[in-house]
């Protein structure tokens, strides 16, 4: 089992910003994905953004359309750490944030159940 620790959750008013980090133990693998997903109450687990790093290199991040130009996903290397960038919340954005790891994978999936390695969650709270 990979650990995934999350950070970075909080309260904040609409059109604010908040950063998630996810720290992760070094990669071992040659393909790789790390992704975000949310959910709120009563919904399923959706997916935010992902991004890629194959052969040590990082490589194409993408985003649900809903959240794409106001979230930025990021990989630092150096220390381990997967980011959500978030700006111009809205309160839909409110939900639980989960970091996902996918070892192996060449194409990151857009569905938790390819999904093996979950972080712990952080609650995201965007009032109006």
């Known amino acids: 089992q990979v650990h995934l620790e999350e950070s970075g959750g909080g309260s904040v008013q609409a059109g604010g910003s908040l950063k998630l980090s996810c720290a992760h133990p070094?990669?071992?693998?040659?393909?790789?994905?790390f992704s975000w997903f949310r959910q709120s109450p009563g919904q399923e687990r959706r997916w935010v953004a992902s991004?890629?790093?194959?052969?040590?290199?990082?490589?194409?991040?993408y985003y649900e359309h809903s959240v794409k130009g106001r979230f930025a996903i990021s990989e630092d290397l150096t220390s381990n750490i997967l980011s959500l960038q978030m700006n111009s919340l809205k309160p839909e954005d409110t939900a639980v944030y989960y970091c996902?790891?996918?070892?192996?994978?060449?194409?990151?999936?857009?569905?938790?159940?390819?999904?093996?390695?979950w972080g712990q969650g952080t609650q995201v709270t965007v009032s109006s």
């Open positions: 991004i890629q790093v194959d052969e040590g290199a990082v490589r194409n991040p």
């Open positions: 070094p990669i071992t693998k040659t393909y790789n994905c």
């Open positions: 996902a790891y996918e070892p192996g994978a060449w194409v990151c999936a857009e569905s938790s159940t390819y999904y093996p390695h």
